[in-house]
Structure formats: C-alpha cells, structure tokens
C-alpha cells in the first residue's frame, strides 16, 4: 500500500512569527488516522524567522532528530548545546527528561524538519549529539542503524538522498516507510511529489523513486 500525502493538505500552526507544518496529529491538531508510522510520532517542517523559536520547554522519552534545510538553529539544553546548519544532524535523547530551547539563528530564516521517535524503553539516560553528515549523491544514512547520529529505537533509520534530475535510488528494503521531498520532485510509481509532498509505504518492497528535478528526499524506515 502506498499512501500519498499533499504538502498543502498537512495542519498548520503559526505562533508568534513561527510556521509549523505537521505531517500527523500534534498538539490541537488531532486526527485519529494519522497518528504516525512506525515509531515516528511527529514530523514538523518548521520555518522561523530571524530570532524567533522556542523558549524552554521539557521532553521526556523521545529521540528527537533535526535536520536543517536552510539557515541555521542554535539549540540549548541541559545536556548539550550546539548550532547545526544544512549538512548537519542533531539527536537529543530525551529519556528520562530534558529541558531545551531552540531559535532560528543568525540574520536569515531557518527550515528545518525534526522528527519524534519514541525509545525502545523509558527512563533512559538523556544525551546531545550534533555531527556533519559526508552526503553523496545517493543515500546517507543520517541516523539509526549504521547512522551518523544513533538512536534508541531498534530497527528506525533516517536516510537522506540527494539526486540529480532524472537520477533513481531505491527505497530502503522494509516493511514500512515514510517519504518526505524536502525539496526539488521526484516520482513514486505512477504519482509525482513535490516539494513538502510525502507518501507512506507499507509491505511494498523493491519500489524507487526517481528524480524530476535536482531533489532532496528524507527517508525514514521501520523494521520489525
């Protein structure tokens, strides 16, 4: 099964300059049937304005990861603090509870994509990670299993592609899959995405994707 999702047809939440797209139910946005995929229970594409974010705030149980597609977010927590630009990751494990901030940093937007994973248990130790991801022009994987950045999540893996026009990549081989198009099109069997359109992928093995345009596709898989 395929299940294609239009960018434009995702809720929307804007507050205090901040825009918010959410690919599944979140906050005062709730949908029965879109709860998730997998482990993934929240998938934000976030657009802030210069200076703008979110103050302190706890996490408890959760792997949070973000991706930054332009400008630059400067994080803030009690267990480790960076600044992460495009071709960066960042993973906090919230476990046990964590508190942290995040602002758009520097003079120009930030986009970025964060996603909530939950752990294989609760309670664990919390922990920050940031790291460059060496991309090349077919898969990386960002984090997960054989990842730049680990998780807590046995069987959850982030992979980025980045493809020239009219170049294919297949999918990750597993039972389940969520496909975002951060950026440029591609084709997943007879459908195209464009940019912020996603499809979910269950028990459909061997599909590819192809891109219409120079594109940027994020990839989560679940196995098990």
Same mark, same amino acid.
């Given at each position: 099964?395929?299940?294609?999702?239009?960018?434009?047809?995702?809720?929307?939440?804007? +507050?205090?300059?901040?825009?918010?797209?959410?690919?599944?139910?979140?906050?005062?946005?709730?949908?029965p049937?879109?709860?998730?995929?997998?482990?993934?229970?929240?998938?934000?594409?976030? =657009?802030?304005?210069?200076?703008?974010?979110?103050?302190?705030h706890?996490?408890? +149980?959760?792997e949070?990861?973000?991706?930054?597609?332009s400008?630059?977010?400067?994080?803030?927590?009690?267990?480790?603090?960076?600044?992460?630009?495009?071709?960066q990751? =960042?993973?906090?494990?919230?476990?046990?509870?964590?508190?942290?901030?995040?602002?758009?940093?520097?003079?120009?937007?930030?986009?970025?994509?964060?996603?909530?994973?939950?752990?294989?248990?609760?309670?664990?130790?919390?922990?920050?990670?940031?790291?460059?991801?060496?991309?090349?022009?077919?898969?990386?994987?960002?984090?997960? +299993?054989?990842?730049?950045?680990?998780?807590?999540?046995?069987?959850?893996?982030? =992979?980025?592609?980045?493809?020239?026009?009219? =170049?294919?990549?297949?999918?990750?081989?597993?039972?389940?899959?969520h496909?975002?198009?951060?950026?440029?099109?591609?084709?997943?069997?007879e459908?195209?995405?464009?940019?912020? +359109?996603?499809?979910?992928?269950?028990?459909?093995?061997?599909?590819?994707i192809?891109?219409?345009?120079?594109?940027?596709?994020?990839?989560?898989?679940?196995?098990?």
């Open positions: 099964m395929i299940e294609y999702r239009a960018g434009e047809d995702r809720f929307v939440t804007r +507050d205090e300059g901040r825009t918010t797209w959410h690919s599944f139910s979140f906050g005062a946005h709730y949908d049937g879109n709860i998730g995929i997998g482990r993934l229970v929240a998938h934000n594409d976030e =657009q802030l304005p210069p200076g703008t974010g979110y103050d302190d706890p996490h408890a +149980d959760l949070i990861v973000t991706w930054v597609l400008g630059a977010l400067r994080h803030t927590s009690t267990v480790g603090s960076g600044v992460i630009g495009p071709g990751v =960042q993973r906090l494990s919230a476990g046990s509870g964590i508190v942290h901030a995040e602002v758009a940093d520097g003079g120009e937007e930030t986009r970025f994509v964060q996603a909530w994973v939950r752990p294989d248990e609760p309670g664990l130790e919390p922990d920050y990670r940031n790291a460059t991801v060496p991309t090349s022009a077919g898969w990386t994987t960002v984090a997960g +299993d054989g990842g730049v950045v680990p998780l807590a999540a046995a069987g959850t893996t982030l =992979q980025v592609a980045h493809l020239d026009a009219g =170049q294919r990549a297949d999918l990750p081989d597993a039972g389940r899959l496909v975002f198009v951060a950026g440029g099109s591609v084709m997943l069997g459908r195209l995405l464009e940019p912020a +359109d996603a499809a979910r992928l269950v028990d459909e093995p061997g599909r590819a192809t891109a219409e345009s120079d594109a940027q596709v994020l990839v989560w898989s679940f196995r098990g």
